[in-house]
């Protein structure tokens, strides 16, 4: 009997390893797929996504190496047409996973630049439980309120049922 508990204690142990070491390779794999650029210039992706926003389309210009401007076109937007002539050498990085573009834009949060407001209304344009966690996380633990409030203003956008639920939980804590 003993015998068979150390067994199945080793074979708990020993998934848990694998478990371990599985997770982590599929954490390089995504850091290996993230988003980068190369020459200076405008970069275009689409996330796999349904309903409201899957037709949105994330577009940054690149300078030096660095991102120094977002802009988001989708079907909400005047510019969703004029999108193709506006950025005609944009270098599309065709579909991205909706994890892959939520951490490229999550770096930039706490840039209290126009790049940091936009990288949040980047983040509530993904259908994703993650994009609402990430925007309540914002709300509950950055420094400044400026940044807090935005987060809060793209919530309220997002369209997220998740979002609105968060929303109301706040405002009845006044």
Known sequence: MRLANRSSSLTANLLLIIALVAASIFSEARAAEAISFG???????????????????????????????????????????????????????????????????????GDRSDLGSDALAA???????????????????DAHMDVREEAVFWMAQSESEAAFAYLDKLLMKR
């Open 123 to 141: 983040i509530s344009m993904h259908d994703s439980g993650r994009a609402v966690q990430i925007m309540i996380d914002v709300v509950e633990s």
């Open 39 to 109: 020459d200076d210039g405008w970069y275009t992706w689409q996330v796999a996504t349904t309903g409201e926003f899957a037709e949105e389309k994330f577009y940054v210009r690149v300078k030096s190496g660095e991102p120094k401007e977002i802009e988001i076109i989708g079907h909400w937007c005047r510019g969703w047409k004029r999108s193709v002539t506006r950025y005609p050498d944009a270098t599309d990085l065709g579909l991205v996973d909706t994890d892959v573009s939520l951490d490229w834009f999550e770096q930039y949060i």
